[in-house]
């Protein structure tokens, strides 16, 4: 089942403006990943949060963790139109070996 | 390319037919993991091998499905008697295992169209 739940479903901005895609999941966590894909495409790996870290920075990413309230958020700053791609986010449970990802955010970046 | 690769990327099939994926992780990789993915979905886990040994399996995996990884190196999913629910996108991913926090590398994807 999907333990993730991202937020929006979709968006749209234009070229330049900030991406903000949210998540929540329900259990306990090693670590919280965000993945990109590209339409018909495999995932790319972009950034990984630890349960004990509560903000990560990795070029035009921004990732933040909040654990008390279950939930993280991605943040793309200066958007292109390259950038356009579902984003899941996935996490890894403490106790398990596997990941869990949402259902993913459909991002367009419109030039 | 030292990626993970699968093989092969697309694959129509008629229902009832038996299909069989192959994934070739990164080389130092002892973790494999394979998902499906349907359209608008995130992908779903269904089992991983640590080296040779199979250690988890979803619900998902039903009797019809089963993994390998001889030698704990490429790995094969077969799917017999295939239904037309079946149809998505196999993913497989490897991550090195050795220590947390296991970022998993993932393939193409094989497309499986089930009519």
């Known amino acids: 089942s999907q333990q993730g739940e991202e937020d929006p479903q979709a968006l749209s901005i234009q070229e330049g403006e900030n991406a903000t895609m949210n998540c929540s999941y329900k259990?306990?966590?090693?670590?919280l990943q965000w993945y990109r894909q590209n339409s018909g495409r495999g995932l790319v790996h972009l950034i990984l949060?630890?349960?004990?870290?509560r903000e990560k920075h990795s070029g035009r990413l921004r990732v933040t963790l909040d654990t008390s309230k279950k939930s993280s958020s991605l943040l793309i700053t200066a958007s292109r139109a390259a950038d356009t791609a579902s984003y899941f986010c996935?996490?890894?449970?403490?106790?398990?070996?596997?990941?869990?990802f949402g259902e993913g955010t459909q991002l367009t970046v419109n030039p | 390319d030292t990626g993970v690769s699968q093989d092969p990327r697309h694959k129509i099939t008629k229902r009832g037919q038996n299909v069989t994926f192959r994934c070739d992780p990164i080389?130092?990789?002892?973790?494999l993991y394979w998902y499906r993915q349907t359209l608008g979905q995130g992908p779903e886990f269904l089992t991983y091998?640590?080296?040779?040994?199979?250690?988890?399996k979803s619900r998902l995996l039903s009797d019809r499905f089963s993994a390998e990884r001889p030698k704990g190196s490429f790995s094969t999913l077969e799917i017999q008697r295939t239904e037309q629910g079946d149809s998505a996108m196999y993913l497989c991913?490897?991550?090195?295992?050795?220590?947390?926090?296991?970022?998993?590398?993932f393939g193409p994807g094989t497309r499986l169209t089930v009519t």
């Open positions: 991913a490897s991550s090195s295992g050795l220590a947390e926090p296991y970022e998993q590398y």
């Open positions: 259990t306990s966590i090693n670590n």
């Open positions: 949060i630890r349960s004990n870290e």
């Open positions: 996935a996490t890894y449970e403490t106790s398990g070996s596997r990941l869990t």
């Open positions: 080389s130092e990789h002892n973790r």
């Open positions: 091998f640590q080296n040779e040994a199979q250690l988890e």
